[in-house]
Nanobody, 125 residues
Framework: QLQLVESGGGLVQPGGSLRLSCAAS????????IGWFRQAPGKEREGVSC????????MVADSVKGRFTISRDIANNTVYLQMNSLKPEDTAVYYC??????????????????WGRGTQVTVGS
Protein backbone atom coordinates (compact mmCIF):
# COMPACT_ATOMS: atom_id res chain seq x y z
CA GLN A 1 0.00 0.00 0.00
CA LEU A 2 1.41 3.34 -1.08
CA GLN A 3 1.93 5.65 1.87
CA LEU A 4 3.53 9.05 2.47
CA VAL A 5 4.33 10.33 5.94
CA GLU A 6 5.50 13.89 6.57
CA SER A 7 7.53 14.95 9.60
CA GLY A 8 9.75 17.77 10.78
CA GLY A 9 7.23 20.54 11.20
CA GLY A 10 7.05 22.76 14.26
CA LEU A 11 7.27 26.28 15.60
CA VAL A 12 10.21 28.39 14.46
CA GLN A 13 11.10 32.06 14.72
CA PRO A 14 11.24 34.25 11.62
CA GLY A 15 14.55 33.78 9.88
CA GLY A 16 14.90 30.27 11.20
CA SER A 17 15.11 26.93 9.38
CA LEU A 18 13.30 23.62 9.31
CA ARG A 19 13.78 20.45 7.31
CA LEU A 20 10.67 18.51 6.41
CA SER A 21 10.83 14.82 5.56
CA CYS A 22 8.48 12.79 3.41
CA ALA A 23 8.96 9.08 4.00
CA ALA A 24 7.55 6.91 1.22
CA SER A 25 6.53 3.29 1.61
CA UNK A 26 4.87 0.78 -0.67
CA UNK A 27 6.55 2.22 -3.76
CA UNK A 28 9.93 3.39 -4.97
CA UNK A 29 10.79 7.00 -5.72
CA UNK A 30 12.35 5.94 -9.03
CA UNK A 31 8.85 5.78 -10.54
CA UNK A 32 7.24 8.85 -8.99
CA UNK A 33 7.62 12.58 -8.92
CA ILE A 34 7.22 13.93 -5.41
CA GLY A 35 5.78 17.34 -4.68
CA TRP A 36 5.51 19.51 -1.61
CA PHE A 37 2.39 21.60 -1.15
CA ARG A 38 1.14 23.85 1.59
CA GLN A 39 -2.19 25.21 2.72
CA ALA A 40 -2.69 28.08 5.11
CA PRO A 41 -6.03 28.70 6.85
CA GLY A 42 -8.52 30.29 4.49
CA LYS A 43 -6.22 29.93 1.49
CA GLU A 44 -5.98 27.53 -1.42
CA ARG A 45 -3.42 24.76 -1.52
CA GLU A 46 -0.19 26.02 -3.06
CA GLY A 47 2.51 24.04 -4.84
CA VAL A 48 5.88 24.66 -3.21
CA SER A 49 8.40 22.32 -4.80
CA CYS A 50 8.76 19.17 -6.84
CA UNK A 51 11.41 16.61 -7.72
CA UNK A 52 11.09 14.25 -10.66
CA UNK A 53 11.33 10.45 -10.66
CA UNK A 54 14.96 10.62 -11.78
CA UNK A 55 15.82 13.44 -9.43
CA UNK A 56 17.10 15.37 -12.42
CA UNK A 57 14.30 17.91 -12.51
CA UNK A 58 13.35 20.14 -9.63
CA MET A 59 10.92 23.01 -9.39
CA VAL A 60 10.44 25.64 -6.72
CA ALA A 61 7.65 28.18 -6.47
CA ASP A 62 8.61 31.82 -6.88
CA SER A 63 7.38 32.55 -3.37
CA VAL A 64 10.07 30.33 -1.86
CA LYS A 65 12.81 30.48 -4.47
CA GLY A 66 16.23 30.97 -2.94
CA ARG A 67 14.98 29.85 0.47
CA PHE A 68 13.60 26.31 0.03
CA THR A 69 15.45 23.34 -1.47
CA ILE A 70 14.09 19.91 -2.34
CA SER A 71 16.23 16.79 -2.26
CA ARG A 72 15.86 13.07 -1.88
CA ASP A 73 17.58 10.02 -0.39
CA ILE A 74 16.87 7.01 -2.58
CA ALA A 75 18.36 4.56 -0.09
CA ASN A 76 15.88 5.70 2.55
CA ASN A 77 13.04 6.38 0.08
CA THR A 78 12.66 9.84 1.56
CA VAL A 79 12.25 13.32 0.09
CA TYR A 80 13.28 16.40 2.04
CA LEU A 81 12.31 20.05 1.95
CA GLN A 82 14.95 22.29 3.48
CA MET A 83 13.37 25.59 4.45
CA ASN A 84 15.61 28.53 5.33
CA SER A 85 14.94 32.19 6.10
CA LEU A 86 11.41 31.33 7.11
CA LYS A 87 8.79 34.06 7.15
CA PRO A 88 5.43 34.29 8.94
CA GLU A 89 3.70 33.87 5.58
CA ASP A 90 5.26 30.40 5.29
CA THR A 91 2.97 29.27 8.10
CA ALA A 92 0.82 26.43 6.78
CA VAL A 93 0.22 22.71 6.82
CA TYR A 94 2.76 21.15 4.48
CA TYR A 95 1.89 18.04 2.49
CA CYS A 96 3.91 15.77 0.26
CA UNK A 97 2.32 13.97 -2.65
CA UNK A 98 3.26 11.41 -5.30
CA UNK A 99 2.70 11.53 -9.07
CA UNK A 100 3.31 8.33 -11.01
CA UNK A 101 5.02 9.81 -14.04
CA UNK A 102 8.55 9.61 -15.44
CA UNK A 103 10.70 12.60 -16.15
CA UNK A 104 8.31 15.38 -15.26
CA UNK A 105 7.59 17.67 -12.40
CA UNK A 106 4.91 20.15 -11.61
CA UNK A 107 3.26 22.27 -8.95
CA UNK A 108 -0.35 21.55 -9.80
CA UNK A 109 -2.00 19.54 -7.07
CA UNK A 110 -4.36 17.88 -9.52
CA UNK A 111 -1.51 15.88 -11.04
CA UNK A 112 -0.70 14.15 -7.75
CA UNK A 113 -2.79 11.17 -6.76
CA UNK A 114 -1.40 10.12 -3.38
CA TRP A 115 -1.05 12.42 -0.41
CA GLY A 116 0.30 12.39 3.09
CA ARG A 117 -1.58 13.77 6.07
CA GLY A 118 0.57 16.86 6.44
CA THR A 119 2.79 18.49 9.04
CA GLN A 120 2.20 21.91 10.60
CA VAL A 121 4.78 24.64 10.18
CA THR A 122 4.33 27.79 12.22
CA VAL A 123 6.65 30.76 11.83
CA GLY A 124 6.33 33.29 14.59
CA SER A 125 7.62 34.47 17.88
Amino acid sequence: QLQLVESGGGLVQPGGSLRLSCAASGFTLDYYAIGWFRQAPGKEREGVSCISSSGGITMVADSVKGRFTISRDIANNTVYLQMNSLKPEDTAVYYCAAWKRFGVCGLSSGSFGNWGRGTQVTVGS
